[in-house]
């Protein structure tokens, strides 16, 4: 059986649960770029609410990723190790919400991964986990944000850098994935367990404390404290 990096919850405050490894593995319904197990976290304000503005732009159009909550918050590193890969220039590019404007999207999808890893991922830090020597990928971080350098040694809860809206994303939230390379070209995906966190739904009414798990799709989830 493979075994899984255990990881802390790279940030504070309540995220959303999306494109979980506990719904599908795939998880993100492809297998390339390590993101087997890969998962994604929205954040959400205390009504669960992934936006302070909802208008006429959100039904047909593209907005700014500063309306979302997401956007800006400090990402940490989910574990002890050391930086081995910085990647930042990518810039950060109006959010979708709306069906038209997603379309759009969807239609470019092909194109951003002939460009290459920074067009897919963003701009993105690489930490490799002291205790067991697998690659965390941290995804999507905000342009002129990161805070580390390759070589820097880091332990959980080291700043790495803000949420952001580059590369491969619809809108502001940070993507985590394990994998057994530093090169994303090459990668294998790695599965994940997360540490110490509180999880609200996908039940309404429903909460509990996590020792170790994957949070479940559509769950809102924050570390204990």
């Known amino acids: 059986m493979e075994s899984s990096v ?16 506990a719904r599908r593995v795939p998880s993100h319904g492809v297998d390339v770029l390590g993101q087997r197990y890969a998962i994604d976290f929205v954040g959400v304000d205390d009504r669960g609410s992934t936006a302070t503005t909802r208008d006429w732009r959100t039904a047909l159009a593209t907005e700014s990723p500063e309306r979302f909550v997401a956007f800006g918050r400090m990402i940490v590193s989910p574990v002890d190790g050391t930086v081995v890969a910085v990647h ?19 239609a470019g999808q092909a194109g951003r991964l002939r460009q290459g890893i920074g067009a897919v991922a963003g701009n993105h830090v690489i930490v490799q986990d ?46 985590v994935q394990a994998m057994d390379s530093v090169d994303l070209a090459v990668a294998r995906g790695v599965p994940i367990v997360f540490t110490r966190y509180r999880q609200w739904g996908p039940q309404r009414g429903v909460t509990r404390d996590v020792s170790a798990g994957i949070p479940d799709e559509r769950a809102v989830v924050g570390p204990l404290v």
């Open 130 to 175: 002291a205790a067991g020597g697998m690659f965390v990928a941290l995804v999507h971080l905000r342009v002129a944000s990161l805070r580390v350098g390759v070589g820097d040694t880091v332990r959980a809860g080291s700043p790495l850098g803000e949420c952001g809206n580059s590369g491969n994303s619809t809108q502001p939230h940070v993507h």
């Open 88 to 106: 930042d220039g990518e810039p950060d590019h109006e959010a979708r919400r709306s069906p038209f404007a997603l379309l759009g999207y969807a």
């Open 6 to 21: 255990a990881l802390a919850l790279p940030f504070a405050g309540r995220w959303l649960v999306q494109n979980s490894p």
